[in-house]
């Protein structure tokens, strides 16, 4: 699958142009359009101004985006790309998905949310909400130094862990259509210590030969079309060797398949996918598996 058209959501304090610049690596591959959407939340604007929510509060935020979009897309213009624009208010969620319908993109671009853990529990975290509701990819930016350093290049080292559910062979599809603009993909599978219940060293060694057959095949599937591909076993918990190996390769990106939850249990419990988009340092995308809605 290419990635022709982008959605980008920003609030401009989270995802400014230089974040923009980062993800124009995709031209090589295959994007040719850019849609920007800056969603004005109306409960913050009133509860900003403390009178309640105004009008000329709305057209001030809304004039105020479209200069900005303005100047982006003169130096979008000059690259060739087509650009849309979307100023709203309303809720994030809600108009986020409304304008997928509209323009069907292949990736959606949000920054890293803001809500509290507290939050989170009770009203779900924006990565949560849109992976639940939307088949649409989604890179979730981050900037990886306090003092809000882009990664210059983001496609550069790209690591993709899987579990070998029914989402990777989209996330497969997906990376592919990537291929021109990648540098080099590490992939890697998590074996949980619970699979490894003999005490035979032979048996634990066939565990690890077995998934490491299993990388190797897919590596060699992806070297096919073009891309440096490298295989790596790691043995523990998920979501914190999924860290340590994006350290370790100095990953400029996870690549994660979303499975589906149900919203109560994602909430409470989370999953590897949310947590590492959440929490991470790392900028993540998200795959979402074929049922989720």
């Keep these: 699958m290419e990635i022709k058209k982008l959605l980008f959501v920003t609030k401009f304090e989270d995802l400014c142009y230089s974040a923009l610049n980062s993800l124009l690596a995709l031209r090589r591959a295959a994007l040719e359009h850019v849609i920007f959407l800056n969603v004005i939340e109306r409960d913050k604007v009133a509860m900003k101004r403390g009178v309640g929510y105004l009008k000329e509060e709305e057209v001030k935020l809304k004039e105020t985006a479209n200069i900005r979009f303005i100047d982006w897309a003169e130096n979008l213009f000059e690259m060739g790309l087509e650009v849309g624009a979307y ?143 490298r295989a790596h076993v790691y043995v523990g918990d998920p979501q914190r060797e999924i860290e340590k190996a994006a350290k370790e390769y100095q990953a400029s990106m996870i690549i994660l398949g979303s ?20 929490k991470s340092i790392f900028p993540c995308l998200l795959i979402p598996g074929e049922k989720n809605i």
């Excluded at 009770?122 to 350093?149: C, W």
Aim: proline share 4%; with cysteine.
């Design 259 to 278: 499975s589906e939850k149900a919203a109560v249990l994602e909430r409470w419990v989370g999953s590897i996918s949310k947590n590492i988009a959440d």
């Design 87 to 229: 100023m709203e208010v309303s809720s994030l969620i809600p108009e986020i998905l409304r304008v997928v319908e509209i323009e069907t993109p292949d990736l959606i671009v949000i920054g890293h949310s803001h809500k509290g853990p507290l939050e989170q529990l009770y009203a779900g975290s924006d990565v949560t909400e849109l992976i639940r509701r939307t088949q649409v990819p989604i890179l979730v930016f981050k900037h990886m130094m306090e003092d809000n350093i882009v990664p210059e290049k983001l496609f550069d080292r790209l690591l993709f862990a899987t579990n070998w559910s029914d989402t990777c062979p989209k996330a497969v599809d997906y990376i592919k259509g990537m291929k021109n603009a990648i540098g080099e993909l590490h992939i890697m599978h998590v074996v949980k210590d619970s699979a490894l219940k003999s005490r035979d060293t032979h048996e634990v060694q066939k565990v690890r030969k077995a998934e490491r057959k299993k990388l190797d095949d897919l590596c060699d599937e992806l070297e096919e079309s073009g891309i440096n591909a």
